[in-house]
């Protein structure tokens, strides 16, 4: 018997083979890799197939945000990100520098001596969604102030979805830092449900502003891990069934945390308004701490109306505000501000309108 054993093992090797797996657990694994490769299949064809159909029926705004932690608590866009928007009236160009300010070039902390500083904040409007950087109302600005002899910088702290009560933390934790002399805020329509969203500050029952939260980065981190992959980056700026599904999913959760917001925090619309009024008495207030001008850009709905709290405001007066509503009253009648088939910006006609505003408004704040 040992020498028989001895016998078989040399022949085979060593020591005898495995046993096979059984033939039902061998038909099952067969089985769950045909369905996954089935399902994959199943899953790249249809998406396919709503590529094309939206792509040759619903054509969407290819407008990717990309936007990360800015270290104090409110989102700021990449730094020196370099990406496209696309719609069907245009494709332009988003670049930052490396603070993720909308800028081709570097601004050092250290305001260069007879020179002018302003600082810009808003969201997708200030930042120039949709318009190349020379065409932001904030560069165009820079560009009349200059030519009419100041030693002007224009910095653009703008960022896409930004509130008030964003604005007003980035004015504190980096604008400041810039030295500026004129501050300037641009306010849009969705800035009081933003602000109500965010749950950053509250009104006391007393009227007082708090902070209420140290920050608000909604979805930052999820995305961040998105974008870290090259083909989600690809498919972001390229994919109009993408975009369709992203923009359809972010409208219906911003619409669900202001709604959630507004009732963990027992506001009524009345009570909404009056928080985003404070916001903007309180941006004045620290501007006025520091010796800074301040001012607020009113801009529109492209139906020229505007729900800007002007009756609830107690800091900010008629000086410090630029309505672009009497402003636009009459060119909107004959040519095109807004862009028609897209998010609803201003188009580079509109920034330059307002860019013309703010250098006839605050010309003689440069010039002192």
């Known amino acids: 018997m040992t020498t028989l054993q001895s016998s078989t093992e040399s022949r085979t090797g060593g020591s005898a083979p495995s046993p096979r797996q059984p033939a039902w657990r ?76 909308r800028a081709d070039r570097e601004y050092p902390i250290e305001k260069p001596p007879g020179t002018v500083r302003i600082v810009g904040l808003g969201d997708s409007f200030t930042i120039g969604y949709e318009v190349e950087v020379e065409d932001c109302y904030l560069s165009r600005l820079e560009g009349l102030l200059r030519g009419g002899g100041s030693a002007v910088e224009v910095l653009n702290l703008g960022v896409s979805g930004f509130s008030t009560a964003e604005e007003l933390i980035m004015l504190r934790e980096r604008g400041f830092k810039f030295n500026p002399d004129i501050v300037v805020v641009g306010y849009f329509d969705n800035d009081i449900g933003d602000n109500t969203r965010s749950q950053l500050f509250a009104l006391q029952s007393d009227g007082n502003l708090v902070q209420r939260n140290a920050s608000y980065l909604p979805a930052v981190k999820a995305q961040d891990f998105l974008f870290s992959f090259a083909a989600y980056r690809f498919l972001a700026e390229n994919s109009h069934l993408l975009c369709f599904v992203r923009e359809q999913a972010s409208e219906i959760v911003q619409k669900r945390m202001r709604k959630k917001s507004a009732a963990v925090q027992s506001l009524t619309d009345d009570d909404e308004a009056k928080l985003t009024a404070a916001l903007l008495d309180e941006v ?75 250098a006839r408004r605050i010309g003689s704040d440069v010039s002192k």
């Open 26 to 101: 061998r038909s099952r694994l067969r089985r769950l890799l045909f369905g996954a490769a089935g399902l994959a299949c199943a899953v790249l064809f249809s998406s396919g197939l709503g590529e094309v159909y939206f792509r040759l029926f619903l054509p969407q705004k290819l407008l990717p945000r990309y936007v990360t932690d800015s270290g104090f608590g409110v989102k700021v866009h990449w730094p020196n990100l370099v990406t496209h928007h696309t719609t069907g009236e245009y494709r332009i160009s988003i670049r930052t520098n490396s603070l993720g300010m």
């Open 284 to 358: 004045k207030r620290a501007c006025d701490e520091r010796g800074v001008r301040f001012y607020v850009l009113v801009i529109p709905s492209p139906d020229n109306t505007s729900n800007f709290p002007m009756a609830l405001l107690k800091n900010v007066g008629p000086a410090n505000i630029v309505d672009m509503r009497p402003v636009q009253a009459e060119p909107i009648k004959s040519q095109v501000l807004y862009w028609q088939k897209s998010d609803g910006h201003w188009n580079p006609v509109g920034h330059k309108l307002a860019a013309e505003e703010l």
